[in-house]
């Protein structure tokens, strides 16, 4: 059944009329793109599949607002975004980011990447990855999300735009202000590592 | 390209390099609660996009109208019984001078 393609605008009118096989079906065709958006943005202590969750139940409560103007799947995308910055905003004050927080594999590839001593090697890429996250999640909900979409996702600020919804000057402007705000951190554990 | 930017690229690069190999497939189970929910929930009003926007246009609203208040503090307590003796508009119209 997931190998068929899904004829989208009947399943939607389907879903509009109550029918629960329709609204599994939907779910299940967009359940890949929520989840890698939920994955990416997800906030400390919320567990993937409650967000997941959250989504789609806005999804199916907001379904008779959606007009057609966008692509469906760019419309779910956005609620997508909106709630998981939402659940960013909610949670507590970001803790400071010290050296100490980083795990040995992480402060390896932190130190290799600020002082360019040697090449990466391949266990490095997992130790960066989660290194990006703990970086990105000392930014603002909206820089990051601007961030992770736009160097780690490799998005055009088009994309990115149509995605969130947010006009193009101000995709431009949230990622000039959280390479700002990265370079700052970069500066002060540059600092810390040598102090 | 400065120094940050270099190397936040070859982090980037690096953490690329991870990629994300997890299961993109729902839960067992997932899709049918989900669409069991679906059916019996209620249709949003067309107002609840604005809600979110409801408390901090009560604050905005609220520091509009101190301000207001505090732009126009001194005519608000000054006397003005001396403007309203020298406007005297009944005088005026009867010319009784």
């Known amino acids: ?195 | 390209m400065n120094r940050f930017d270099q190397q936040w690229q070859k982090l980037i690069v690096l953490a690329r390099q991870a990629g994300d190999h997890r299961d993109a497939a729902p839960p067992f189970g997932f899709a049918v609660r989900i669409a069991a929910q679906a059916v019996v929930l209620p249709a949003a009003s067309p107002w609840a996009s604005f809600e979110r926007f409801a408390m901090r246009g009560l604050v905005v609203a609220a520091a509009f109208g101190a301000g207001a208040i505090i732009f126009n503090y001194s005519t608000l307590v000054s006397d003005q019984s001396d403007e309203y003796a020298a406007a005297d508009t009944v005088g005026d119209l009867l010319d009784l001078s």
């Open chain 1, 1 to 195: 059944m997931a190998d068929e393609p899904l004829d989208l605008p009947a399943c939607l009118e389907r879903v509009r009329r109550r029918d629960q096989v329709a609204a599994r079906q939907l779910v299940e065709h967009l359940y890949p793109l929520v989840i890698r958006i939920v994955r990416s943005h997800l906030p400390r202590r919320v567990a993937e599949e409650d967000l997941a969750q959250d989504i789609f139940l806005k999804m199916f409560t907001r379904l008779d607002q959606y007009q057609g103007a966008v692509p469906f799947p760019h419309w779910v995308s956005r609620i997508a975004v909106t709630t998981c910055i939402d659940q960013l905003r909610a949670q507590k004050r970001r803790p400071e980011f010290r050296w100490a927080d980083l795990s040995e594999n992480e402060a390896e590839v932190l130190d290799n990447v600020l002082t360019d001593e040697r090449d990466a090697i391949p266990g490095d890429a997992l130790a960066a990855h989660e290194l990006v996250h703990k970086l990105l999640g000392q930014l603002k909900p909206d820089d990051r999300l601007v961030i992770q979409l736009l160097d780690l996702e490799q998005k055009t600020i088009a994309e990115i735009s149509a995605q969130t919804g947010w006009n193009q000057t101000l995709v431009k402007v949230r990622a000039f202000r959280a390479r700002r705000k990265l370079q700052k951190l970069f500066q002060e554990l540059q600092s810390k590592e040598k102090s």
